[in-house]
């Protein structure tokens, strides 16, 4: 018969001192920062909180809840190993929340590992370089800005003009052996439309969410976002292609934001305070190839542009840290042309590198003859223009229609790498 080893060390806890504004203070407790721990308010009752900080002898906490039922002098206890994450492969399949517990009501999962939170630092020689092409199933983004496996790529837009429904695009029609969702501070309607569509058939196999929504505490936003990345590493390390969509980076900055606010940073950059980019910074920094395993996190990261301003401060981060952007414009959303993809704004740093020689000079004449007609959009539709002033916007408004319909497809749509190129070359050069 087997022995169950009891544990007789004396249990530690402290009492809740203070709470301001959901900062939480404990006195008698010392635990190290990113500690998960579990408050004590009566009736069997348990409220949990994340340690983020320390102060003048006092442990500082953000509950991972409502601070509805707190009350002063509640008994505080350490659970768990601090810094560490549940991952393994029984979540793939399954829908969790910020946590690591089941959203999807399929009953209780039971983690086979364990990863640091923060990621396991490799050095900067480890990330091998981007070397093969990664096919995402829509037509304008693998002819025009192809993607590399084990690049970082953003999606850039204000609200409202489809960041989501690329995503959905990518998610469906993208070739990787594992998909890792994070869906961090977005509508609880979209997490439970994506789940409903994207967790079904034969992917849902090899695809796990992590779903944290905008209601939801920002420290468990953060620790959403954690999971999510290190879930990704977890099966990086086994050799395997994964890639990790994270919608959206912005929500984690403003996650970001609010804590580093609460424990008194000074906002420098529109309210953002350093720690709040530097979170994002991390968080991007974690994907890529590795050259010890074999294995590459292909990360797709959407960004919201507050007030359409590609200035922001988030937008300008992102943009700065990832290898690729691609930019959605709200003017051609409005025209009907979905996915709304500003193909001259929009740009993979690595395209030159995976791709062929012809495939990159078809590739560059399309943005050109794109970006002639857009320049003089406004003088053609008024009549200004002459025909025969310029032989490349002559043929850029021959062309339009065609250009628009390549760029255009629809939701449920497959386009394979291959035949996009094909199509691209034809195109150009009938």
């Known amino acids: 018969m087997a022995q169950t080893r009891v544990d007789l060390a004396p249990r530690r806890y402290g009492v809740v001192a203070a709470c301001d504004g959901g900062l939480l203070e404990v006195s008698g407790l010392g635990v190290p920062v990113g500690a998960l721990c579990r408050i004590s308010h009566g009736n069997g009752h348990s409220l949990p909180a994340e340690v983020i900080g320390f ?9 991972l809840g409502d601070t509805v039922m707190l009350r002063p002098g509640a008994k505080v206890r350490p659970i768990g190993k601090p810094g560490m994450l549940p991952v393994g492969e029984a979540f793939l399949g399954r829908a969790v929340d910020g946590e690591g517990k089941p959203i ?86 979209e997490v439970s439309d994506f789940v409903e569509r994207h967790m079904a058939g034969a992917k849902r196999a090899s695809t796990a969410v992590i779903a944290v929504p905008a209601d939801h505490a920002p420290n468990l ?4 976002a954690l999971l999510a990345t290190s879930m990704a590493e977890y099966f990086r390390a086994q050799g395997r292609k ?60 959407t960004v919201l542009a507050d007030g359409d301003s590609q200035d922001d401060p988030v937008v300008d981060t992102a943009r700065s840290i990832l290898d690729g952007h691609i930019v959605l414009s709200r003017d051609l959303a409005q025209r009907g042309q979905y996915p709304a993809i500003d193909i001259a704004a929009s740009l993979s740093r ?38 025969g002033a310029d032989p490349q916007l002559d043929r850029a408004i021959a062309m339009h229609p065609a250009l628009v319909d390549f760029l255009t497809q629809e939701g449920g749509k497959i386009v394979p790498l291959g035949q996009a190129v094909a199509e691209l070359a034809a195109l150009i050069e009938p």
């Open 242 to 301: 994964v890639l990790l969509i994270m919608d959206s980076l912005t929500r984690v900055a403003h996650a970001g934001r609010e804590i580093g606010l609460l424990l008194g940073e000074p906002g420098a950059a529109r309210g953002y305070p350093p720690s709040a980019l530097a979170t994002i910074t991390k968080l991007v920094e974690r994907a890529g190839n590795s050259a010890q395993s074999g294995g590459s996190i292909t990360g797709l990261y």
């Open 104 to 189: 999807d009501g399929l009953g209780p999962l039971h983690p086979g590992a364990l990863w640091p939170a923060g990621g396991v630092r490799a050095g900067a020689l480890d990330r091998s370089p981007v070397r093969q092409s990664f096919d995402t199933g829509v037509r304008a983004l693998n002819a025009i800005t192809t993607f590399g496996v084990g690049q970082r790529i953003g999606i850039m837009a204000g609200s409202g003009v489809g960041k989501s429904v690329l995503l959905d695009m990518i998610a469906h029609g993208a070739s990787a052996e594992i998909v890792i969702v994070g869906l961090i501070g977005e509508r609880a309607r």
């Open 350 to 387: 690595v395209m030159t590198d995976i791709v062929s020689k012809d495939h990159q000079r078809v590739a560059r004449i399309f943005r050109a003859l794109v970006a002639s007609y857009e320049s003089n959009r406004d003088l053609v539709l008024m009549g200004a223009y002459r025909a």
């Open 55 to 63: 102060r003048n002898g006092r442990t500082l906490m953000m509950l």
């Open 221 to 224: 936003r953060i620790r959403g």
